[in-house]
Nanobody
Framework: VQLQASGGGLVRAGGSLRLSCAASGRTTSSYGTGWFRQAPGKDREFVAAIGWRAVSTTYADSVRGRFSISRDNAKGTVYLQMNSLKPEDTAVYYC??????????????????WGQGTQVTVSS
């Protein structure tokens, strides 16, 4: 499986963006997909995650209520709708697939396949 993240860009504070994570080469269901982000000089941090059947979602406290994760398995795509963006949301955003049914969804070690990242820049 390969992941392709897209949808990043430059937006003013208070604006919105929708990121997409398209999977190719899939022959089976996955254990779930997550979004992470990394700002310059900072560690990669968890943003949101969604299970294969989209029944369960998890969000970082910093984005809860502003971001929404969803998926369309028919299209092989996971989305991250980002509203009310803040300058502190500026980062490279990565999507990733979990490498098994166990492991904490907030930990990057629980993910085995990563996309290439898409830059999100929020100006004040």
């Amino acid at each position: 499986v390969q992941l392709q993240a897209s949808g990043g860009g430059l937006v003013r504070a208070g604006g919105s963006l929708r990121l997409s994570c398209a999977a190719s080469g899939r022959t089976t269901s996955s254990y779930g997909t997550g979004w992470f982000r990394q700002a310059p000089g900072k560690d990669r941090e968890f943003v949101a995650a969604i299970g294969w059947r989209a029944v369960s979602t998890t969000y970082a406290d910093s984005v809860r209520g502003r971001f929404s994760i969803s998926r369309d398995n028919a299209k092989g795509t996971v989305y991250l709708q980002m509203n009310s963006l803040k300058p502190e949301d500026t980062a490279v955003y990565y999507c990733a697939e979990r490498n098994g049914p166990t492991g904490l969804v907030r930990r990057s070690e629980s993910y085995g396949i990563w996309g290439q990242g898409t830059q999100v820049t929020v100006s004040s």
